[in-house]
């Protein structure tokens, strides 16, 4: 019976832990045999009957088929340590059902032909030395007349989400940041996708595209979506998995509502740019410097062979993106800006791009990553410093290039220090 796994919801658990719950009572299950997998879903305290369901409400097994009738006991610790070694050991170790009952405030019923679970409430466990070793406060049985099993319970903790990694990962600071992304496309989705995960607290979506099919091959958003904006459908497709972040979507396009995204701004922290084509970026770049935020722009070039991630910082000493790039010009390093009009993207008609989704993705991923870890940089916390403003990844073997785009190898990473003094002709770095 160990290889079944009885899922045992928080809000259900409560009922059996309050002080007036008594010492025993009843339950029901709802059952996925495909998947030998239970649900407790009803329990009885006293009289009254209270019904349990998993979050979410449209998790397939609460409308699973009926998986029985069971009980309920508080018992004492020492039960729970037999538990824990039978369910270690193997289904195929039990102890007697008299020894078992003999630890129960009530006599159990015949299990008959077919047996019973019965769920184990053992509060002693909650406290020091139990609440730091293996026994459980919960724990479940099936009872036969040949014996007594244990069954592998999976409990819903008292908090689901970021708050988990509270001791781990500087979650607070995260969920106070916003992160303006401009372009959900195939590196845009995997980078909303990891700020999500990263914990960030709200993320202003900013795309006018709709999801078509050409896009499936490469974008994270599944074909159910497709006709729907991107960012509505990423706000949907992310709601469940990633609750802590709040996502608002806006079918602006950056070049032609730049006045709207001004307005944005103000309530920004970090702006990330993943948009296709050489006219956002440096809209993005021009924006976020008059702003005064830091931005990080996110592509591809030499036909999906080399990803490039820029960090632009609103700095004194820190150009944007066209001194940046004219000032690998003046190194004798060529302008790879213009390798970006490729033909496809917004307002253009399609044209696929020879770079694979998982390329993108990581272009992606890497592009959370910097943003997310400029965000903590800027709120104190060192360790996420990084080592430069721009960094190149060799998707793929290509030779020929120069400076930081001379990689050579799939594989190979560069960081460069990328920071250039704004030109004194820059429209966008000199003072207004």
């Known amino acids: 019976m160990t290889s079944t796994v009885l899922l045992l919801p928080r809000n259900g658990l409560r009922r059996l832990m309050a002080p007036n719950a008594g010492t025993s009572g009843a339950i029901k299950f709802k059952r996925s045999s495909t ?16 019904q ?10 609460n409308q699973g088929e009926a998986g029985g009738d069971g009980l309920w006991f508080q018992v004492p610790v020492e039960l729970h340590g037999w538990w824990y070694e039978l369910v270690r050991r193997g289904d195929q170790f039990g102890v007697p059902r008299d020894e078992f009952a003999k630890r129960l405030p009530k006599p159990l019923p015949d299990p008959g032909t077919l047996g019973y679970v019965v769920l184990t409430y053992a509060p002693g466990a909650e406290f020091p030395p139990y609440d730091v070793t293996p026994i459980p406060t919960f724990a479940a049985w099936w009872v036969t007349r040949n014996g007594v099993f244990g069954v592998s319970v999976a409990v819903e903790p008292e908090e689901v989400g970021m708050g988990q990694l509270a001791a781990h990962w500087p979650i607070d600071d995260l969920a106070k940041t916003t992160v303006m992304v401009v372009g959900v496309g195939s590196i845009g989705g995997a980078a909303v996708t990891a700020l999500a995960g990263y914990g960030v607290g709200r993320l202003l979506l900013v795309d006018p595209d709709r999801l078509m099919w050409h896009n ?21 497709h992310l709601a469940d998995q990633r609750s802590d ?21 103000s309530t920004t922290n970090i702006v990330l740019c993943c948009a296709d084509g050489v006219a956002p970026r440096r809209t993005v770049s021009h924006l976020a410097r008059r702003a005064g935020k830091p931005a990080v722009l996110a592509c591809v070039l030499a036909d999906g062979g080399i990803g490039e ?3 632009l910082r609103p700095f004194p000493d820190h150009g944007c993106l066209l001194c940046r790039r004219q000032a690998l010009i003046d ?19 399609h044209q696929p791009m020879t770079a694979v989704g998982s390329d993108l993705a990581l272009v992606g991923d890497l592009a959370a990553k910097i943003t997310a870890a400029t965000a903590l940089e800027t709120a104190g916390h060192y360790a996420h410093r990084l080592p430069g403003e721009q960094l190149t990844i060799a998707l793929q073997a290509h030779r020929g290039w120069t400076g930081p785009f001379d990689l050579g190898f799939t594989g190979n990473a ?6 250039a003094p704004p030109r004194d002709d820059c429209p966008t770095c000199r003072k207004p």
């Open 309 to 311: 991630i820029i960090r």
């Open 331 to 349: 190194d004798g390093t060529f302008d790879p800006e213009p390798a970006l009009e490729a033909g496809y993207g917004a307002g253009t008609l």
């Open 216 to 236: 499936l091959i490469r974008h994270v958003l599944p074909d159910r979506y497709v006709g729907h904006f991107k960012v509505d459908a990423l706000r949907e």
């Open 52 to 61: 349990v369901t998993l979050a979410p409400k449209t998790h397939r097994i």
């Open 35 to 50: 998947d030998d997998l239970m649900l407790l879903s009803y329990v009885k305290i006293g009289e009254a009957g209270y």
């Open 245 to 265: 972040t709040r996502i608002v979507p806006y079918r602006y396009d950056i070049v032609d509502d730049a006045h709207e995204i001004r307005g944005l701004l």
């Open 414 to 419: 560069r960081w460069e220090p990328a920071i």
